[in-house]
């Protein structure tokens, strides 16, 4: 992973003391609080519906086991003893006091971490694919080329007022776990091969993607991009939108928003007009900058193993066999495993960890792991590099932990915002919706039967939890003054992505568990063999699923 250098350490620590200066002002009554808004929030501290919040970046969702022990403390020292894993591969804690948050900063920066640009409208945490570096169908590792953007973005006096904030994932895989056509900007590695040449890497950028109010797929805007080119063709993208983006208006300012209105084929000229005044400048990487990056990300010293039958183990045969089909993935070196650890169990808001988990997994990947925990884009967290032969030992201690639930992809293994409980933005509350849906699917042989499908929960029409590209998507809604939920249904944030259809008129919070019950209902009696829910839908359509429900 990327190792802070003496440059990067001083500008974390000369942050946290500006910020400590600005607190201090502001309770002594010397900044009112328009003037601290725009400051708390550029360091993730926002004021929620019962106490602050504070948002941690974890730069593509990469952490150190030394990192994630300090996250353990700090929930345990400055907060009610756990942390909230979100969809931007982040964490945050729900109750930190507004006058700790110095301290708290000040502790994160000694194990190179810190709540830079977690919101405000600047360039958010730069996303990524969990696997990345191990995966098995990774055409390259995008961690290097995330940390490039990272490094361009963060202070970049240029973009630090954007017109709404900025989200950029990267995915370097055949297969997409990063969203990338539901970002502002999406990159996609590719490989071109040229007769006679080596391979190299080109990028394929996509522009104009987001969820919320107005969800959009990102088109492509640029194919075939070169290497040493990415910085100053994302920086074109953002001139473009910081000139021409809606200021006038809070709803109309995203990106996709500017894209859709200009249309595509337009916005892309625009910027290929601006590029071209940044085409070779000073913003263009250089090889020996790109294998600097690259150098941070060594692969660890694997050991030379084979891929292994294990074996089955005794009385717990079934629970470790369900666990090691569902959450393990192959990796792509021989003898080695990447391992999934559900944050879903029943009555746990998902992506949430105590901090007595926190440090038990923080040992685990001391042990099994190299040293590293991933967070991925479903709030959930990995182990990447895990020898076959340790998988039953590593699955006995997670299930002491309750965090072995065999439901990675499944019905239960939902995506959900912290909602109404917590957010002063949401409509609606989650988290209750989501504990109601698990209780009602608690039997692992209907969940295994149904196979792959996800549902995404969103307390308010800002989509934190996605509900867009949910195979089923829940979204929380104000009517007259009640909670209600409005269901809809074929969204998929993969390389398939789509958005999915509304079902119809909303449901009572008490309705939701037989809704999802009845749509499940459809697909078992109408699907083909081989068909997951999502392709069930796209051949037969919505009509059937609207009619079993509002019958």
Known sequence: MYIYDAYDQKMVDER?????????????????????????????????????????????????????????????????????????????????????????????????????????????????????????????DSRPWAELIRQWSTFHPEFNWLPRKFKIAVTGAAQDRAAVQVHDIGVRIVRQESAGKDEKLIFDILAGGGLGRTPVLGPVIKQGLEEQHLLTYLEAILRVYNRYGRRDNLYKARIKILVRAMTPEVFAAEVATEWANLKDGRGTLTKAEIERVKGCFTLPAYESLEDIVVLQRAKDDAGFSAWRKQNIKPHRMPGYSIVNLALKATAVAPGDVTDEQMDLIADLADKYSCSEVRVTHEQNLTLADVRQKDLHDLWQALT?????????????????????????????????????????????????????????????????????????????????????????????????????????????????PRIIQTLVAVYLERREAGERFIDTFRRIGIEPYKTAVYA
Request: charged share 20%; aromatic share 8%.
């Open 400 to 512: 002491a932990a309750d965090l072995a639930s065999p439901n990675l992809g499944l019905l239960t293994d939902m995506i959900c915002c912290p909602g109404g409980d917590y957010c002063s933005l949401a409509n609606a509350k989650s988290i209750p919706v989501a504990e109601a849906i698990q209780r009602q699917f608690d039997d692992l042989n209907l969940l295994h039967d149904l196979g792959e499908l996800s549902i995404n929960i969103s307390g308010c029409m800002n989509a934190c939890g996605h509900h867009h590209v949910g195979n089923i998507g829940i979204l929380g809604v104000d009517k007259k003054g009640a909670e209600y939920y409005q269901v809809s249904i074929g969204g998929s944030g993969r390389e398939d992505a789509a958005l999915a259809q509304i079902l119809g008129p909303s449901f009572a919070q008490n309705d939701i």
């Open 16 to 140: 946290v003391a500006q910020y400590r200066d600005q607190t201090n002002r502001y309770l002594a009554g010397k900044l009112d609080e328009d003037e601290f808004k725009q400051l708390r929030l550029r360091n993730g501290l926002y004021i929620q519906r019962l106490a602050p919040m504070l948002r941690i970046a974890i730069p593509y969702g990469i952490l150190s086991s030394v990192q994630l022990r300090k996250l353990a403390h700090l929930a345990r020292y400055y907060d009610r003893g756990y942390g909230h894993f979100t969809t931007r591969q982040n964490i945050q804690f729900n109750w930190p006091k507004l006058e700790e948050v110095p301290d708290i900063l000040e502790e994160l920066a000694s194990v190179q971490m810190h709540a830079i640009q977690t919101s405000g409208n600047c360039i958010r945490n730069v996303t990524s694919d969990q696997y990345a570096g191990a995966a098995r169908d990774e055409i390259a």
